[in-house]
């Protein structure tokens, strides 16, 4: 039983913004799997809630005219991996939200909830920011856009403002079209983790393959929230694809980040692992863009282990195949 | 056709397959009212007052108790069965609720309410004062001059200091030529993570006490609610239903002692108290983290002339199962590698962290890591083949341990290390695996360990048996001794079948145990259950054949000592004639107007024995220096657990116990703020216990020894399968990277600075390093 | 706490419509435990990190604990208690638990078996990685995954009509010490 004051519950969008500007301090309730867990824990106990859980018209992804990719707020995460137009468009967000948990909380996580709460570990934060997301807010003025990376305010605070609720994050074409990426998820284990660092590294190649011609790299946990590394990115936007290159990345990401010392980890091994991971997932990112890196050794190409398994809608085979 | 042998399916696997097992929190009275404790937010202070007030006004709250409302007289808490003898006593550093606070999270206070919520709430109203004191969270720290004391009868936080000494190590270490080999190794505080969390409601019932538990221990529990509570033994009732788990954790008093009490302070009323998982990991038992320094002196052909052990074992803040622990793995090492000159001290020391208890291994899993390391780091310096090595200088056929009298009475250790290089592979990959170059790397490691079965002669060794003959023949029998998941009920269907001579559907094991009908059994821990229970089950099967055939003389004019009972019939053994079935004996005995009778048998039986169990651990692994992660590729246990009684059970616990293992080695440790004391890492997410992703395949193999001393040939298996895991697993990384890590458990913080040290990672550049501090 | 709120849900569990007044505050788990005395679905941590309290709906695995009762309303739950047949008899899936050897001290198991079930409707075929992937979210103390995993493979083969695969067939694991060379 969770320590809940009062409880309202909105079915529609509307409902949820007449009852954000009536109780505007009671809690927004999307899957749950963060605010619950305050409410049990102490931090949030006796707080009024407002469930939008019950919103269906937030659930779901679509794919609009001008190519602009709009996920509803409250699509949970393994919704947004099993979708054909992520899975087509923007792998590596459904790869990226396939790491966070486990199953169960892939089912009840919502992407809205996991970018609103602020967390710099969000696994959905980091790859959304290097794709330039735009986050569509619903209040009672109507709907209002911005940039993801101006949402977070700071720690545990974004910018919705008194009536709001976030109804969707769009990811414009010219983001994601002529772009591969990579997520890399460091934990202590395998699964049920919080990231000690993620990486999401995306970069668009030239014609020969050989240089880039595009290149973000967004991270959560090297700041207080997630965060691109625009110093690096500025740097070797249009750089040439070599070894040396690939090490000049790993080296300059260290000044755009600043990681904390915490007890989950100290600051330094978290500064080698932004360095790391960096080369490490612009090194696939570029694999899969058909580019070779000139001069690196085999040996020294990130081994993909059985962390990159994404439950897409093709994953497993079909019993037929297998009989044959 | 014996069943013992057989992979027969559990008796209880169909209730758990349908979900309708039955544990604490099932069988509580959904209307019970609610317990919660209060914990206090220091490490270590006096309670000066405490104001319920707020509370007590809360609607909804039943009763507030604090420390000063409770029982004056201390009691232990540890599931030792008990001692007659005052000076073998367990120590009694406990108070219900405690006046003198000594950990972060010690118990202040408690809440009955009528519901949950309202608990909550009244225990965020209780204000409490305290007087605060120093504290002191590091074992080696808190034997110093002027530390925080805890406990005032033991100066220097020393609980116990106990040596192992012979021979003369100063006088033979002046030999010339010798090699010394000095390593400190230092293991973490890890939790016990049954998935179902400790829980309890209390009740009284005709002027007594029921106290339902999750426990391993219910007869021990009996006594050690009576003590705390100062009530007579006899008023106590424990019930344990089927439990989720326990790995020693449940081998304590936990909270069973306070529920029982509040109950009381309410009038009788039922009253549950269920620890939450943070509570389990906070308030609960821990594995004690145990620090070695160990040095060796050795001839160039490895020949092991002296070695000095110290053990520094943290107790945390009360006794629990106390040097116990410490002990036997200081005692372990000369008996592992015999040696002619050895000094070996532990100490147990108080300090303000949360108590250590029994846990799985209790002791061994701890030592053999600084063991099976120390042994590869000196097999590394003299040039020599560490598995040779080891065959050359463990435990030789014939030992005899002067305490305990165990022998290793076959060539076990050869025997499972040659299992288990075959299963790996192991020589030839030790030696391509030598000087790799990469990011990637390979290793194996391995690691071998011996483990007791039973606690005699350290202490009491008792297990009572009953057996009822049901009218269809169906033998139904009770053991105090507890099925806690890990089998222990179809083992001891098993044999009971064979004892008695029934088909194994016949028999029907009785699984609860009720201190009030359930016979004298100490519990699951120390891996004694088939070992004890055999030879109480065998013993009271001989009692149980002998009455049932004595009264068949008068149906069927034969001699007892001409008949038996196979397969679910008296026989008649001189021409192998069946004479009646059991079943329609015992409903003719049972309903015969002239001589009628009830057929039972209850047997006593104390063990005077012990056994050696041993085994060895295999493990491959793949280390990427450069993200400083370590990826087990492959594992192999090999154990001679004496006969196997049920292969598939056993394998199965065994890979239980290989992943408990595996997480000890890489990623377990409960962490503590060095600011406030406090556990940082309490849940189930911050704390990494492997999930199914973490492991590859789990391979077992099992060596039959049949042990000479058991009823069944069976010895320990429980608990072994955690102890070589970690070091075998240390050494693969040695072999893979040339990098010896002496703490566990070995995850990336550890790592990372080990390969900096190592060249394998570069150094942050230096203009970074100054960032840091602006 | 006068004035506490409740509301009516309605929800299919096990096959069955089901209505109830509901404390607003209760979690699903709260309300199948509290409500209809369906035991299978355990409590661990309550916070969605052991997955003992899993259950299904409308087809998808989620931890009970942390979705609150009034959600389910109008939704289709499946509990261990629903697996089980009418008659009493396992399903197949529950009976390879009990063959295999994936069941120690039963905690887990009830959040394994909905787990496994909601992977087995979807009626692909997985490798080991994918399979243990999917089973991720269930902490397991007793068994080290192992069994629960050739458990769960298994059924995957035998419901799709292909022979399960040899090599990952229980190996016999006694070895007598003259076999040993």
């Not at chain 1, 999307?30 to 809630?49: E, F, N, Y």
């Not at chain 1, 300059?252 to 980040?257: G, K, Y």
């Not at chain 2, 293991?187 to 409601?201: G, M, R, Y």
């Not at chain 2, 990427?624 to 059970?649: F, M, Q, S, W, Y």
């Amino acid at each position: 039983m969770y320590d809940i004051e009062h409880l309202y519950e909105a079915k529609t969008v509307e409902e949820a913004v007449s009852l954000r500007l009536a109780y505007p301090d009671a809690v927004i309730l999307a899957g749950g799997s963060d605010v619950l867990i305050k409410i049990r824990s102490g931090k949030l106990a006796g707080c009024d809630v407002i469930s939008i859980y019950g919103i269906d018209a937030l659930r779901g992804i679509h794919m609009e005219e001008d190519g602009t990719i709009v996920i509803g707020s409250l699509t949970s995460f393994s919704h947004i991996t099993q979708d054909p137009i992520i899975e087509k468009n923007l792998r590596v967000l459904g790869e990226a939200v396939d790491k966070v948990g486990g199953p169960q909380i892939r089912a009840i996580g919502t992407i809205g909830g996991n970018t609103c709460n602020g967390v710099t570990s969000a696994d959905s934060a980091s790859t959304l920011l290097s794709y330039d997301a735009v986050v569509e807010l619903t209040g009672p003025e109507g709907k209002r856009l911005l940039p993801l990376a101006d949402f977070y305010l700071g720690p545990g605070k974004t910018d919705v403002r008194e009536g709001e609720i976030q109804t969707s994050l769009r990811i414009p074409k010219e983001s994601y079209e002529g772009h591969e990426g990579y997520y890399i998820k460091f934990g202590m284990r395998s699964a049920m983790e919080i990231a000690t660092i993620g990486c999401s590294v995306n970069v668009a190649l030239n014609d020969e393959k050989t240089a880039l011609t595009d290149l973000r790299i967004a991270y959560g946990v090297a700041g207080p929230v997630p965060m691109r590394a625009k110093k690096t990115e500025e740097a070797f936007r249009t750089a040439e694809l070599t070894c040396d290159t690939v090490k000049a990345i790993g080296e300059s990401v260290l000044s755009d980040v600043h990681p904390r010392d915490s007890w989950r980890a100290p600051k330094n091994l978290r500064e080698h692992l932004c360095r790391q991971m960096a080369e490490d997932a612009l090194v696939m990112a570029v694999k899969r863009s058909g580019g070779v890196i000139s001069g690196m050794p085999e040996s020294d190409v990130p081994a993909k282990d059985f962390l990159d398994i994404t439950m897409f809608p093709e994953a497993g085979l079909d019993p037929k195949e297998v009989a044959r | 056709m014996s069943v013992i042998g057989e992979s027969v399916p559990r008796v209880d696997a169909y209730d758990k397959a349908a979900g309708r097992t039955k544990y604490v929190d099932d069988l509580c009275d959904p209307h019970a009212l609610v317990a919660k404790v209060l914990h206090a937010n220091v490490a270590h202070a006096y309670v000066k007052s405490i104001d319920t007030s707020k509370a007590k006004a809360l609607p909804g709250v039943v009763g507030v108790y604090t420390c000063f409302d409770v029982p004056e007289q201390p009691f232990p808490t540890a599931g030792h069965p008990w001692s007659t003898e005052v000076e073998h006593q367990d120590v009694c550093d406990r108070h219900l609720l405690t006046r003198h606070v000594r950990y972060y999270g010690d118990d202040v206070a408690a809440v009955v309410a009528e519901d949950e919520v309202t608990a909550k709430r009244a225990l965020k109203l209780i204000q409490v004062e305290y007087d605060v004191l120093p504290f002191v969270l590091d074992v080696q720290e808190a034997m110093k001059d002027g530390a925080p004391l805890l406990h005032k009868k033991y100066p220097h936080n020393i609980l116990a200091h106990t040596t192992n000494y012979h021979g003369d190590v100063e006088s033979a270490i002046k030999e010339p030529g010798l090699i010394r080999v000095e390593g400190w190794y230092d293991t973490p505080t890890v939790q016990h993570c049954h998935i179902e969390n400790a829980s309890c409601f209390a009740y009284m019932e005709n002027g007594r006490i029921t106290v339902c538990a999750s426990t391993q221990i219910p007869h021990i529990v009996r006594r050690i609610v009576a003590q705390a509570l100062g009530i007579d033994w006899g008023m106590v009732r424990i019930i344990k239903p089927y439990i989720g788990g326990g790995f020693g954790d449940k081998q304590d008093a936990l909270y069973e002692p306070l529920c029982a009490w509040l109950s009381m302070q309410v009038g009788g009323r039922c009253v549950r108290l269920a620890c939450t998982r943070e509570e389990t990991f906070e308030n609960c038992r821990v594995r004690h983290a145990i620090r070695y320094h160990l040095i060796s002196w050795v001839k160039p052909d490895g020949t092991l002339v002296a070695r000095k052990a110290e053990c520094f074992s943290n107790q945390g803040a009360y006794t629990s199962h106390g040097h116990g622990v410490n002990a036997k793995g200081m005692n372990s090492i000369p008996q592992l590698y015999p040696c002619p000159n050895v000094a070996c001290d532990s100490y147990t020391v108080y300090t303000n962290r949360q108590p250590g208890g029994a846990m799985r291994g209790y002791g061994m899993p701890q030592v053999i890591f600084a063991l099976e390391s120390h042994t590869e780091d000196i097999a590394r310096k003299l040039g020599l083949d560490s598995l040779a090595y080891r065959r050359k200088t463990l435990m030789p056929v014939g030992f005899v341990d002067g305490f305990s009298k165990n022998e290793l009475y076959s060539d076990t250790f050869n025997e499972v290390l040659t299992v288990g290089e075959k299963a790996m592979d192991y020589e030839n990959k030790h030696r391509l695996y030598e000087n790799q170059t990469g990011r990637y790397r390979k290793g194996v490691g391995c690691a071998v360990f011996w483990y007791n079965t039973a606690v005699w002669p350290i202490a009491l060794e008792t297990s009572g048996c009953r057996m009822v003959l049901n009218q269809d023949g169906s033998p139904q029998v009770q053991v105090g001794e507890t099925e806690i998941g890990q089998g222990a009920d179809t083992a001891i269907a098993q044999m009971t079948a064979d004892a008695v001579g029934v088909p194994l559907s016949k028999v029907h094991v009785i699984s609860c145990q009720d201190t009030d009908v359930t016979p004298y059994g100490t519990g699951a821990y120390a891996s004694r259950q088939t070992y004890v229970v055999g030879m109480a089950i065998r013993g009271c099967a001989e009692e149980f054949k002998r009455k049932i055939l004595e009264s068949a003389f008068e149906y069927t004019r034969m001699q007892p000592y001409l008949m038996d009972i196979r397969d679910g019939n008296i026989v008649r053994t001189t021409d192998n004639r069946v004479l009646m079935s059991l079943g329609e004996f015992a409903l003719t005995r049972l309903y015969d107007r002239e001589h009628n009778e009830h057929l039972t048998a209850e047997k006593s039986t104390q063990i005077k024995t012990n056994a050696y169990s041993f085994g060895c651990c295999f493990a491959q692994v793949e280390v990427d220096t450069k993200l400083c992660r370590v990826k087990v590729e492959k594992i192999v246990n090999v154990h001679d657990a004496g006969k196997i009684i049920n292969p598939a059970l056993a394998r199965a616990q065994v890979q239980g116990g290989m992943s408990m293992g595996i997480g000890y080695a890489l990623s377990e440790c409960m962490l503590y703020d060095q600011k406030t004391g406090r556990l940082l890492n309490g849940n189930l997410l911050d704390y990494k216990l492997s999930t199914v992703m973490d492991h590859p395949h789990l391979e077992v193999h099992f060596v039959e020894n049949p042990e000479p001393t058991s009823a069944f040939g069976t010895k320990s298996l429980g608990e072994p399968p955690v102890i070589p895991v970690a070091p075998a697993i240390r050494n693969a990384i040695l072999n893979a990277t040339g990098v010896a890590l002496n703490a566990l458990p070995m995850r990336p913080h550890q790592l990372y600075p080990a390969f900096k040290d190592a060249g394998l990672i570069e150094e942050l550049p230096d203009e970074n390093k100054e960032a840091q501090h602006v | 706490m006068s004035d506490r709120q409740y509301r009516l849900v309605t929800c299919t569990i096990n096959g069955r419509e089901r209505t109830a007044m509901v404390d607003v505050r209760a979690s699903l788990a709260d309300m199948l435990r509290g409500e209809y005395s369906l035991t299978s679905v355990k409590i661990g941590c309550e916070v969605g990190e052991c997955g003992a309290c899993a259950v299904m709906i409308d087809g998808e695995c989620f931890n009970s604990c942390i979705y609150l009762a009034i959600w389910a309303d109008g939704k289709h739950i499946t509990t261990v208690e629903g697996l089980t047949k009418p008659d009493g008899s396992l399903s197949d899936l529950q009976q390879a638990f009990v063959d295999e050897t994936a069941i120690q001290c039963g905690f887990c198991t009830p959040g394994f078996l909905i787990e496994a079930e909601s992977i087995l409707e979807k009626g692909r075929i997985y490798t080991d990685q994918e399979l243990r992937k999917l089973l991720s979210g269930h902490l397991c103390r007793c068994t080290g995954y192992d069994n629960i995993l050739r458990a769960v493979r298994k059924v995957m083969y035998t419901r799709n009509g292909l022979p399960v695969p040899e090599e990952t067939k229980e190996q016999p694991v006694v070895i007598q010490p003259e076999d040993i060379q």
